[in-house]
Nanobody, 128 residues
């Protein structure tokens, strides 16, 4: 079991920025996804990154605004969120794609079914 810890959430005005962090022991060994759960809605994938950081994916609604990155030496994955909108409000989770097939070096998944273990999440609120 990989126990992740998310941090960096907070309250910002529309147009603001936040940088989320995800840390865990040996995090550098796994492809990682960022997910969010908006109030009253299910958990959805918004971005992911393979073990090699040039392989990334984004949900269409965050493309151009969010950037995922990783520092394997620090066992950390980051989500830089710019131009935040009220609809970005929710609890943000990171998770390792432990059930992903294929090469973890060149693929990742935003599918919640590929990530069996979850942390507590970090709250992001975008409001004026």
């Amino acid at each position: 079991q990989l126990q992740v810890v998310e941090s960096g959430g907070g309250s910002v005005q529309p147009g603001g920025s936040l940088r989320l962090s995800c840390t865990a022991s040996n995090l550098g060994d796994y492809p990682i996804g960022w997910f969010r759960q908006a109030p009253g809605k299910g958990r959805e994938g918004i971005s992911c990154i393979a073990r090699r950081d040039q392989f990334t994916q984004y949900k269409d609604s965050v493309k151009g605004r969010f950037t995922i990155s990783r520092d394997n030496a620090k066992n950390a994955v980051y989500l830089q969120m710019n131009s935040l909108k009220p609809e970005d409000t929710g609890i943000y989770y990171c998770a390792a794609n432990l059930k992903l097939g294929g090469s973890w070096y060149t693929s990742c998944s935003m599918d919640t079914d590929k990530s069996p273990y979850w942390g507590q999440g970090t709250q992001v609120t975008v409001s004026s």
